[in-house]
């Protein structure tokens, strides 16, 4: 009998039919029984439905089909201009509009090639509200990374005419991510209104570095890293391509991307040298250069003094309370959290840890009594991702907090001086709105809204009666106050945006292209806000009435956000350890002049004519993808065996990420075997369902071959999925059958004997899989290179009914726990595991649970198995070190542990405890690639008799070995140097 098969995916074309049909009733049954993990979060979902322009494919759910209609609208001139610009015309883009996300963002995959763009506007300037259609730019930026990984020119598009059109995307493999974001970022900016490169919040970040002489290297700029600033990669990248633009004419983008795709696996540096004729650090230093030249006026500023405490880290502008300063901040070495703050001695006490929705989602009560927060929920529905923006009422004595809406998408909530009354914004498809929130039920009230216009950064006045909010409309931005007297009007989330309190909102800065962002009342007469009217960001006053504007504070790199504190000036600022709170003795300038540019006047929708849409329904069917030669011998029946083999692959996806299919085929000459992987999944519902195909050839022993068959089918129904605050929780039932053909021998033999062959063991095995997932993980700072607290539990059983199974009636059971907690040391962790399984069949078997370095398999005689470990694991350090391409090594850390096992039966009385004991030590790297990271570790074994009855001997009792995680007792496992194999279950 060979060994249990994972619980998914799972089945058998040969399974009995009353049992197939009780596994697809119990799929069915149990898929409408758990409820949606979404829940509230994922109202009205009624399925996809798909839009076509000469270009374009857009999937989209119906209640965003006024988005795409704007998206329609313009799409074929943005593709004109984008593909004109790259020097290529894919025939076809698929677009995935996501309207569940309660972000401004989108990516391009080459997994199927696609967009997903996300329709939510900006919260708040700092991410960038400076388009006129923030919506093209979105496009503009996303097709510009499409129409590169669809390149028809080069070496990969030559091999995709035979492997398939996703080898294309393999361009960007070999791509710095400075130059794959850095020309994105061009063209949104060359081909909107907007754009970062016009944004002075982007420009700030890049001044704080030139004018420290702290600028990250280009190389460092080739992949993201926790050190500030985030966005380096696009910031590093646009300063480039502009820099390349101004001085080698508009086409230099063409011709050395045309050069880089000839042959790609250098990397862009031949081509950036042959297209220009100097290397691109020269280029690089030179632009810098430039900068440093171009901003030495601005040294002559003097710059306010720091309130915030030194070191790498992001401190918020705080809300000021009768009981002190209230704040969120973000730094490498603590967790995102809301603090309360004493500036004179720079102290804080932690009140609740969470990542907020946005920099400002913070609000509090003037005595200090009372905070509410904005921020995300995470999970998955029937339409895939959710992220949902919510509010929060947090006791800062306590720190505990309570939910205030749910699925309400609000976020940048403000209490107003007494407490009674709560604001924010809430977002609807590309627009947003202000609202009233009742706190106790959470219910709605709308108080302004404009149709295709954004609300952002609203602030009470001091006695509560009127709020000023930021107001964006087709890239103009204004500044209006609104009596909170007026009307309102109860609403639901889903009520679409149209004109209301329009002419009751009265005009502080009218409509204009001059940027106006971040108001709070300085007193009962006058408005602070920031603006890059004078082209940098400053400190502005002006009175109630429009009139008496005034300049309060400069600062070298931009005060990009301020209050008056008193006699003086608090503002928010950037430096090249991050965001920083700043202070300055207040000076007005008298005799400023009035905002520039002209004013719109009377607010009105003025939405632009969008086109009929003529929608069909959408299928998400896989697109296959491409396929490849391997080179191994790819079989999960011999996972443990890394060989050389001739070997195909190859796959399709669909768009929306619910079907795939694999398919994979290779063949070991040693033994004349081939091996078989074929695989198709796809969703029901949030459950997954899969059908999977293994055949295969493996050396157990010198004397064992085995030769195994097995179809799986089943699901994976999820019962919880959510990261809320600084918590992530997950639990998921996997149900399914196995069914397994397997033969042994003594000696090798091949394929071509079949199975049932003269002199071969032929056993037959029919089991019906259940299992259980959990898992709860906290996180921690960006240092916190292992999880603070985790939780993890799983167990399996495969039951293997009469009649079905050569082996007759049985059960194999296997389960994992871990929990991992502080140390009194800061930063590390202590866990506790523990491993079992047990086995109702006769033995001898082979160990099913064994210690990590994958040591000789151990034949075992009692049915129950138990293996206990306790690990230290540490980080050592966060770094910022290039390795080549995209990677860099973004920190390093270590652990050792010590496990014990023993075999034990039906009894106490039985446990027999393994003569030796195992230890090991670790080291993680962790390694940054593009826009992302993930670990890999590096781990040595040894077992060894603490009695030392046994001499050791490092051919068998010291083992190497790798994991792709943090977590080697419970991540994925790879024994190096081993000559046996992965244990399966002896037929007995």
Request: glycine content about 10%.
């Amino acid at each position: 009998m060979s060994e249990p098969q994972e619980p998914f995916p799972l089945g058998s074309s040969r399974l009995p039919r009353a049992s197939l049909a009780a596994l697809v009733l119990f799929v069915s049954t149990a898929s409408a029984v758990a409820a949606n993990p979404a829940g509230p979060l994922e109202p009205g979902f009624v399925g996809w439905k798909q839009v076509q322009t000469k270009h374009f494919v857009f999937v989209y759910e119906p209640r965003d089909q006024a988005t795409v209609s704007e998206f329609v609208s313009f799409a074929e001139e943005v593709y004109d201009e984008v593909t004109a610009f790259v020097g290529a015309r894919p025939p076809k883009v698929w677009v995935v509009v996501a309207g569940r996300i309660d972000t401004a963002n989108g990516f391009t995959t080459p997994i199927p090639p696609h967009l997903v763009l996300y329709i939510s506007p900006p919260s708040e300037p700092l991410i960038g509200l400076d388009a006129s259609s923030y919506l093209r730019l979105l496009l503009a930026h996303e097709l510009t990374h499409y129409v590169n990984f669809e390149y028809d020119k080069g070496l990969f598009a030559d091999l995709s005419k035979v492997f398939g059109s996703a080898v294309k995307g393999a361009n960007m493999t070999f791509l710095p991510v400075w130059f794959i974001e850095g020309i994105a970022t061009f063209t949104e900016t060359l081909f909107t209104d907007g754009g970062r490169g016009r944004n002075p919040f982007f420009e700030m970040e890049y001044r704080a570095l030139v004018l420290e002489h702290k600028f990250f290297t280009l190389r460092q700029a080739a992949y993201s890293s926790s050190f500030p600033p985030l966005d380096r990669d696009w910031l590093g990248g646009y300063l480039v391509f502009h820099y390349l633009t101004e001085r080698y004419g508009p086409d230099i983008y063409r011709r050395i991307h045309d050069e880089y795709v000839r042959f790609p696996l250098l990397g862009p540096a031949q081509a950036i040298e042959r297209a220009t004729g100097r290397g691109e650090l020269a280029l690089y230093r030179d632009m810098l250069g430039e900068l440093d030249t171009e901003l030495a006026g601005e040294r002559l500023v003097p710059p306010g003094r720091r309130v915030s405490p030194p070191g790498v880290g992001d401190y918020y502008l705080p809300v000021i309370t009768e009981r002190g300063w209230y704040l969120y901040r973000d730094t490498l070495y603590r967790e995102p959290a809301i603090v309360a703050y004493d500036p004179r001695t720079t102290r804080e006490r932690v009140i609740f840890r969470t990542p907020l929705s946005d920099s400002v989602s913070l609000t509090a009560s003037r005595d200090g009594s009372k905070l509410v927060f904005a921020a995300y929920e995470t999970t998955e529905g029937r339409s895939g991702e959710i992220l949902a923006s919510d509010l929060y009422a947090l006791d800062p004595a306590s720190g505990r907090e309570r939910r205030i809406t749910l699925g309400a998408h609000v976020w940048q909530p403000r209490l107003s001086p007494d407490g009674a009354r709560l604001v924010a914004v809430e977002g609807v498809g590309d627009s947003s709105r202000l609202v009233e929130v009742d706190e106790r039920t959470g219910a709605l009230k709308l108080l302004f809204s404009l149709g295709g216009a954004t609300v952002s950064t609203p602030a009470f006045s001091p006695d509560g009666r009127e709020v000023v909010f930021e107001l964006e409309k087709r890239g103009e931005k204004g500044l209006y106050v609104l009596p909170l007297a007026g009307a309102s009007r109860a609403l639901s989330p889903d009520d679409p945006i149209s004109a209301f309190n329009v002419q009751a909102a009265r005009p502080l800065v009218p409509l204009s292209e001059t940027g106006v962002y971040y108001p709070y009342f300085a007193g009962a007469r006058r408005v602070v806000f920031s603006s890059d009217r004078d082209g940098s960001l400053a400190l502005y006053t002006i009175g109630l009435d429009g009139a008496d504007l005034k300049l309060v504070c400069r600062d070298p790199v931009g005060a990009w956000e301020g209050e008056i504190v008193g006699d003086r000036v608090l503002y928010a600022s950037f430096r090249s350890e991050g965001y920083v709170l700043m202070e300055k003795k207040l000076q007005l300038e008298a005799g400023t002049a009035e905002m520039a540019g002209a004013p719109s006047g009377t607010l009105r929708e003025g939405a632009a004519p969008t086109p009929p849409l003529q929608p069909g329904p959408y299928v998400d069917l896989p697109r296959f993808l491409a396929w490849a030669p391997l080179p191994i011998y790819y079989s999960s029946i011999a996972s443990e065996e890394l060989l050389l083999a001739p070997g195909a692959i190859l796959g399709g996806l669909s768009n929306l990420g619910t079907t795939s299919y694999l398919a994979a085929l290779s063949f070991r000459t040693d033994a004349d075997q081939p091996a078989l992987e074929t695989s198709v999944q796809t969703e029901l519902g949030t459950s997954e369902v899969g059908y999977a195909l293994s055949e295969g050839y493996t050396i157990l022993s010198p004397t064992d071959y085995l030769e195994e068959l097995v179809q799986q089918a089943g699901a994976s129904i999820p019962i919880v999925s959510s990261s809320l605050f600084d918590a992530s929780t997950s639990l998921s039932l996997l149900a399914g059958v196995t069914d397994s053909l397997s033969q042994t021998g003594s000696a090798p033999f091949s394929f071509s004997e079949g199975f049932g062959a003269p002199g071969l063991a032929f056993e037959h095995d029919f089991s019906v899989d259940t299992g259980l997932s959990f898992e709860r993980t906290t996180q921690g700072s960006s240092f916190d290179l292992f999880a603070p607290w985790e939780v993890l539990a799983s167990a399996a059983v495969s039951v293997y009914p009469p009649g079905l199974s050569e082996s007759g009636l049985g059960a194999v059971a296997s389960g994992l726990a871990s929990l991992a907690f502080p140390s009194p040391i800061p930063h590390e962790v202590v866990k506790l595991g523990v491993k079992a399984s047990y086995v109702t069949f006769p033995g001898p078997f082979y160990e099913l649970t064994t210690p990590r370095g994958a040591f000789n398999p151990v034949l075992q005689d009692l049915p129950g198995r138990a293996l206990v470990a306790l690990d230290y694991e540490f980080p050592i350090a966060l770094l910022d070190s290039p390795i080549a391409y995209s990677v860099g090594l973004a920190g390093i850390g270590a652990g050792v542990h010590l496990e014990a096992a023993g075999d034990w039966g039906g009894s106490p009385d039985s446990f027999v405890p393994d003569q030796d004991l195992y230890a090991g030590a670790e080291v993680v790297l962790n390694l940054a690639t593009g826009e992302t990271s993930f670990p890999i570790g590096l781990g040595l074994s040894v077992q060894f008799d603490p009695r030392f009855a046994t001499p050791f001997d490092p051919a068998t009792d010291l083992r190497p070995y790798i994991f792709l995680s943090t977590d080697s007792f419970s991540g994925t496992l790879y024994g190096l140097l081993s000559p046996d194999k992965a244990p399966v279950l002896m037929r007995p």
